[in-house]
C-alpha cells in the first residue's frame, strides 16, 4: 500500500434524533478501524461531535471531524482534487465476489473518501462513485459495512495500531477489564 | 469447520428508545453475516421484532428473533446445555493479535452465542463468557463489533451465501439499484 493513503468517511443521509447514536457509531467505527478523519452533515447534532473528539483526546489518534454543507458538491469536489470516491452500498458489486477490487484500490489510492449513508441515498452518489461497493447484498447496516470495508482494506491491521497521544489504554485481558492511564512520557 | 456448527447473537443493554436504531442493526448484521437468530431482551421495542422479521420474510432466510426475560439466566441455561459463549468486548483479547483464538472456536464449535452489549455490561458477562474478544481495543459499535467477528469466523462465506424463500434479490451493479423479484419457481 502506499504510504500516502489517507482514508476518510463522509456520512450522509443523517436524520437527527432518529439516528443519533447510530451516526456516533460510524464516527467511533471510522476512527477505531483506521480512517483519518470524518465528513458529517452540517445538521448532525453537536454533541456527536463532541463525543468524537472526546473520544479522540482520551483514546489517540488524530481523528478529524469536520462537517460538509452540501455533501454533492464536497464529493464532486473530491474527485476533481483527484480522490477516489467508494460509496458503501447493498447494490453495489459484492466486496466478496470481486476482491481484486480492494487490490485495486490500495494500488490507486492517494485519498479515498468512503461514503456512507441510510437507505436513501440520491442517485448522483451511485452515478459519481468510482466503485459503488455491496458488503453482501442484504440488507443491514452502514456501521457494519463501514467497519467491514476497513477491516478488509487494511487486511486487520487497523486493528493492532498505536494511537498516539492516547492518555487511556485498554490491557487485553481473558476477563477483565482493565485500563491503563498512560503517563506523559510513555505517550 | 463442523457442519452442525450454529451462531446465535443475544443483544443486551438495549435502552428503549435511545437505542431503538442501533438494535434494529445489530439485528440486521447477525442476519446478513450469517447467525442462525438472534435473542433480544424483552423490553426491546415491538417495531424491532416486526422489522427484523420482515427483513427475514422479503429477503430470505431462516433466522430467528426471540426475546429473553433474563439475559444472564440465559448465558447460564446456554453453558449448562453445552453451549459456547463468545462475549464481544473492547476489553478483551484483542482477535487482530490472536488469530488461533478464531480457529479454535471453529474446530470446539456446536452452539456459539455471542454477546453483545453497550458500555455498561454486568461483570458476570466477562465471568461467565468462554471468551472475551476485543474487536481491536478502541472504543466503538457492537454493530460493527458483531459485524467484523462474524466476517472473520465465517471468512467471507457469509457475504456470498443464499438466503432461502427470498421474495427479493438485489442483482450486485457498478452503478445501479437493481432488485429482482424473485417467483416461486426460483425461490
Request: glycine share 10%; hydrophobic share 40%.
Amino acid at each position: 500500500m502506499s504510504s500516502i493513503c489517507r482514508v476518510f468517511v463522509l456520512r450522509m443521509g443523517h436524520r437527527p434524533v432518529r439516528d443519533h447514536r447510530v451516526t456516533a457509531h460510524v464516527g467511533l467505527v471510522a476512527r477505531a478501524f483506521g480512517a483519518d478523519g470524518i465528513y458529517l452533515e452540517e445538521h448532525v447534532e453537536e454533541s456527536i461531535i463532541r463525543t468524537l473528539r472526546k473520544v479522540t483526546e482520551v483514546w489517540g489518534g488524530n481523528f478529524e471531524v469536520n462537517t460538509v454543507y452540501n455533501p454533492i458538491g464536497f464529493i464532486k469536489s473530491w474527485k476533481k482534487l483527484g480522490g477516489i470516491v467508494v460509496h458503501l452500498t447493498m447494490y453495489g458489486i459484492n466486496i466478496a465476489e470481486r476482491p481484486s477490487l480492494l487490490t485495486e484500490l490500495r494500488e490507486r489510492c492517494g485519498s479515498i473518501l468512503v461514503v456512507v449513508g441510510g437507505e436513501k441515498m440520491p442517485r448522483e452518489v451511485f452515478d459519481l462513485a468510482d466503485y459503488n461497493v455491496a458488503i453482501g447484498n442484504q440488507p443491514h447496516s452502514e456501521v457494519a459495512a463501514l467497519a467491514v470495508f476497513l477491516d478488509r482494506f487494511f487486511e486487520g491491521r487497523e486493528l493492532v495500531r498505536e494511537f498516539k497521544g492516547a492518555k487511556l489504554k485498554v490491557i487485553p485481558s481473558e476477563r477483565g477489564k482493565i485500563v491503563k492511564r498512560v503517563t506523559e512520557n510513555e505517550a
